[in-house]
């Protein structure tokens, strides 16, 4: 019923920016919490950042100073702006995001929703 779809990623040299977008699509819905978790090759996945529907962020330590989580309710999109890239924030970065969905005018569910994921290669 909800999609995600991530656009943005690419292949840019260290110390550049890229600007990663999110954006859910469907009927009868409504994102609360949204955030970005990214996964290396051969490392588990981890949180990148989170931004509630107050707006109210949380980043982790490797990248506070130099990502910026941000959100549009109006199209319910969410972006990371990523500066200063390094190498080590070469990864697969998944957006997802807590959703409220309507099944009738009495009755919704809410459930957890992730994109495919889209690829950032930071080279040096």
């Known amino acids: 019923q909800v999609q995600l779809v991530e656009s943005g990623g690419g292949l840019v040299q260290a110390g550049e920016s890229l600007r990663l977008s999110c954006a859910a699509s469907?009927?009868?819905?409504?994102?609360?919490?949204m955030g970005w978790s990214r996964q290396a090759p051969g490392k588990q996945r981890e949180f990148v950042a989170t931004i509630t529907s107050s707006g109210i962020t949380n980043y982790a330590d490797s990248v506070k100073g130099r990502f910026t989580i941000s959100r549009d309710n109006a199209k319910n999109t969410v972006y990371l702006q990523m500066n200063s890239l390094k190498p080590e924030d070469t990864a697969v970065y998944y957006c997802n995001a807590n959703i409220r969905t309507r099944i009738s005018d009495s009755v919704g569910a809410v459930g957890d929703y992730w994109g495919q994921g889209t690829q950032v290669t930071v080279s040096s």
């Open positions: 469907g009927r009868d819905f409504s994102p609360n919490a």
